[in-house]
T-cell receptor, first 112, second 116 residues
Framework: AQSVSQHNHHVILSEAASLELGCNYSYGGTVNLFWYVQYPGQHLQLLLKYFSGDPLVKGIKGFEAEFIKSKFSFNLRKPSVQWSDTAEYFCAVLNQGGKLIFGQGTELSVKP | NAGVTQTPKFRILKIGQSMTLQCTQDMNHNYMYWYRQDPGMGLKLIYYSVGAGITDKGEVPNGYNVSRSTTEDFPLRLELAAPSQTSVYFC???????????????FGPGTRLTVT
């Protein structure tokens, strides 16, 4: 069964710092990968996704993620975070049954 | 479009009570899902549906039931509430397999349920 692991449970950064959140998935053939964000008190929203093609995927709000097949990774990055990026971030992989498998989530706190 | 709507937003249940969490989407999505979210555990799939009249179990279906009589609605039923069902419940919907936006899930605002 496919699985997703997010190693960082809670990350605390100051504004303007660079961000990288780790995401590793188990091998399952063709992979389709997603990052979702959940702002405090809100529902999950799609940040970006990778299905095929360019392994560097750009999403909304200046986020990007790089699919590295050899490392089974899909890390999320942002060069300069803002206080408004405070949220929980979830990595997910689409399994062969067409269902999303989510990681445990990483809580990001950005200090102004 | 309202997207995915859920009611109620909050609910407190006593052990053994039953309730139905409502979910409606107006995007004509075939696929719908119910998740529960517990701290540090991510989202776990409870049930899903690929179309009206078709439902299937997800990862954590015990204690829940669903039905899908229309494309728009996908209610989740708790028959005998237990403290272990205290959680935040999210409904989601997505396009079917074909198309550039396939499998992008759109989430509702959630229902926070406490069972005491």
């Amino acid at each position: 069964a496919q699985s997703v692991s997010q190693h960082n449970h809670h990350v605390i950064l100051s504004e303007a710092a660079s961000l990288e959140l780790g995401c590793n998935y188990s091998y399952g053939g063709t992979v389709n990968l997603f990052w979702y964000v959940q702002y405090p008190g809100q529902h999950l929203q799609l940040l970006l996704k990778y299905f095929s093609g360019d392994p560097l995927v750009k999403g909304i709000k200046g986020f990007e993620a790089e699919f590295i097949k050899s490392k089974f990774s899909f890390n999320l990055r942002k060069p300069s975070v803002q206080w408004s990026d405070t949220a929980e971030y979830f990595c997910a992989v689409l399994n062969q049954g067409g269902k999303l498998i989510f990681g445990q989530g990483t809580e990001l706190s950005v200090k102004p | 479009n309202a997207g995915v709507t859920q009611t109620p937003k909050f609910r407190i249940l006593k052990i053994g009570q039953s309730m139905t969490l409502q979910c409606t989407q107006d995007m004509n999505h075939n696929y719908m899902y119910w998740y529960r979210q517990d701290p540090g555990m991510g989202l776990k799939l409870i049930y899903y549906s690929v179309g009206a009249g078709i439902t299937d179990k997800g990862e954590v279906p015990n204690g829940y039931n669903v039905s899908r009589s229309t494309t728009e609605d996908f209610p989740l039923r708790l028959e005998l509430a237990a403290p272990s069902q205290t959680s935040v419940y999210f409904c989601a919907s997505s396009y079917s397999k074909a198309g550039p936006r396939s499998y992008e899930q759109y989430f509702g605002p959630g229902t926070r349920l406490t069972v005491t």
